[in-house]
């Protein structure tokens, strides 16, 4: 079997709003084919138009190449071999950062090709499955019009969330910081009653996490705060302080009690290697795209199962990373939780409508994909009115 083409989709929802600050407003698609008819699909979270460059760009010697043209001709079944082309080949721009996102699109649809061409579900081809169903967790976004809203919101995003049959969910509470949504920012101290209010909400008999999305500044800062919320039961805080400062994460894990979670940003195994020896954390959460694919998370849950780590993946995107994730939490027993938005608490068009048939929550669970490859039919109609969406966008910036 032979790669004949790598098709890009650029991805936009139609409403779109720059202050937002979700990257599920927008979305790059690869799709892969072959000479035998079969195609991939694979998908990553970053911004598309970099993404889609750093496949299609032409390169001039051997340590600059795009990514299409080092995958035309070979066989896409040939997946390690081809993940360590790309990263060679690419070295000199790549080895993070979004050449490596980019890469992580790629080597989805290079496993979703070999499931389909072995009629296997991925999750068979990459170990066999470790459980009987993947446990999702609500990821929860606040409502941003006042500080009052913001807590309210959440809270009674949460409650839904437990009458929907979820067993776990994460508020978003960032008041501060660069994910301040729709700039609303308050003092640390105010951060405490968001989290008391959705603790109460859902009761003690519900696992809870925090996503402080970087709002403190530092290690110190941090502890001041987080040292009122011992008592509520937090099962991880995910990012609360800048990214690379390490030590900062080194402080959190050893000075206050609360599993400290980080690395959705983190690409290969390599970053992940630096969070877990210098930031010590409890939790690690690689985007299965952005460090670079099923191959490379694969990689990252060995390095973390033999330090005792458990990972819980980020995921943001539309259900080809949904997904993804699941194939890769059924092979790994230290992921207790894949992040999940259903349809129904998520603003995203995009999420809403680009596979044919949605990823559904039953009883609280999700099912193990019984369909060859990561098992998931794009809706083409949606996808290129989102396409159209993107190129009218870019045509109005550019005028
Ligand atoms: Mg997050």
């Known amino acids: 079997m032979k ?19 979700s990257s599920a407003q927008d979305d790059i698609i ?3 084919h072959t000479d035998e008819g079969i195609t991939g699909v694979g998908e990553t979270d970053v911004n598309p138009w970099m993404a889609k460059a750093c496949i299609m760009a032409p390169g001039t ?107 776990a969910a994460k508020a978003e509470c960032t008041l501060d910081g660069p994910y301040a949504h729709m700039g609303l920012r308050e003092p640390h101290h105010r951060m405490t009653e968001v989290v008391e209010a959705v603790r109460e909400a859902v009761g003690e008999d519900f696992t809870l996490m925090v996503d402080a999305q970087y709002a403190f500044s530092d290690a110190p800062t941090c502890l001041q705060t ?58 690690v959460q690689p985007d299965i795209a952005r460090v670079g694919g099923l191959t490379e998370a694969c990689r990252v ?3 973390a199962r033999r330090h005792n780590l458990k990972l819980v ?8 990373s949904i997904a993804a994730a699941i194939h890769f939490s059924a092979v790994t027993e230290i ?19 680009l596979l044919v048939e ?17 098992g998931v039919e794009l809706d083409m109609e949606a996808l290129l009115r989102f396409e159209k969406t993107a190129s009218e966008a870019v045509a109005k910036i550019n005028l």
């Open 3 to 21: 790669i004949t083409e790598v098709e890009c989709f650029v991805l936009l929802d139609p409403k779109m709003n720059v202050l937002a600050t």
């Open 30 to 32: 690869v799709i892969i």
């Open 61 to 167: 010697h051997t340590m600059g190449q795009g990514i299409r043209e080092m995958l035309i001709g070979e066989d896409p079944l040939q997946i390690d071999y081809l993940w360590q082309k790309m990263y060679e080949g690419s070295a000199q721009n790549g080895r993070r950062g979004v050449m490596i996102n980019a890469i992580g699109a790629i080597d989805i649809a290079l496993h979703d090709i070999r499931g389909k061409k072995l009629g296997k579900p991925c999750h068979e081809l990459l170990g066999g499955a470790k459980k009987d169903f993947i446990m999702p967790y609500a990821s929860l976004q606040p409502e941003c019009s006042s500080f009052e809203d913001y807590k309210n919101s959440l809270a009674a995003w949460a409650k839904r969330a437990k009458e929907m049959g979820y067993r």
């Open 226 to 283: 987080i040292r009122d919320w011992q008592d509520f039961d937090i099962y991880f805080l995910e990012a609360p302080i800048p990214m690379d400062d390490l030590e900062g994460y080194r402080r959190l894990s050893e000075e206050q009690n609360i599993p400290i979670a980080a690395g959705e940003w983190l690409a290969t195994r390599f970053e992940f290697e630096e969070l877990i020896y210098r930031g010590n954390v409890a939790v």
């Open 301 to 303: 849950a060995d390095m």
């Open 313 to 320: 993946p980020h995921l943001w995107k539309t259900g080809v």
């Open 335 to 353: 992921c207790p939780f894949i992040e999940f938005l259903p349809s129904a608490l998520c603003e995203s068009t995009l999420r809403k409508e």
């Open 358 to 374: 949605d990823i559904l929550m039953k009883d609280g669970v999700l099912d193990l994909p019984s369909k060859p490859g990561i």
